[in-house]
């Protein structure tokens, strides 16, 4: 079983930058794809970031592709989101989870998630 722990949110305006961590626990963290995803108000999840198990591949959505980052300290059981000129529709919660199996771009193929971390930007 792994449990996830997301921080790092906040506010910041447009522009600016934010990183994102999530916390896993458990010995098997390094053998579970990592992925972030985001839900806005009245909005259902929807995929931002994945990154493979050993950290050497990441999957973006088209909305983030060339500002946010995702990398991974398997030593600290930590996956990061470095969010950078972010604007006002990146405004969501965002979630970490882990998956085992399936596709990294479905939210109900994860296997465990974060509570998640509030990201608001203002214009």
């Known amino acids: 079983q792994v449990q996830l722990q997301e921080s790092g949110g906040g506010l910041v305006q447009a522009g600016g930058s934010l990183r994102l961590s999530c916390v896993g626990s458990g010995r098997t963290f390094d053998t579970y794809v990592m992925g972030w995803f985001r839900q806005a108000p009245g909005k259902e999840r929807e995929f931002v970031s994945a990154?493979?198990?050993?950290?050497?591949?990441?999957f973006y959505a088209d909305s983030v592709k060339g500002r946010f980052t995702s990398s991974r300290d398997d030593a600290k059981n930590t996956v990061y989101l470095q969010m950078n000129s972010l604007k006002p529709e990146d405004t969501a919660v965002y979630y970490c989870?882990?998956?085992?199996?399936?596709?990294?771009?479905?939210?109900?193929?994860?296997?465990?998630w974060g509570q998640g971390t509030q990201v608001t930007v203002s214009s």
């Open positions: 989870g882990s998956i085992y199996s399936g596709s990294y771009r479905k939210a109900d193929d994860y296997d465990y």
């Open positions: 990154i493979n198990e050993g950290g050497k591949v990441a």
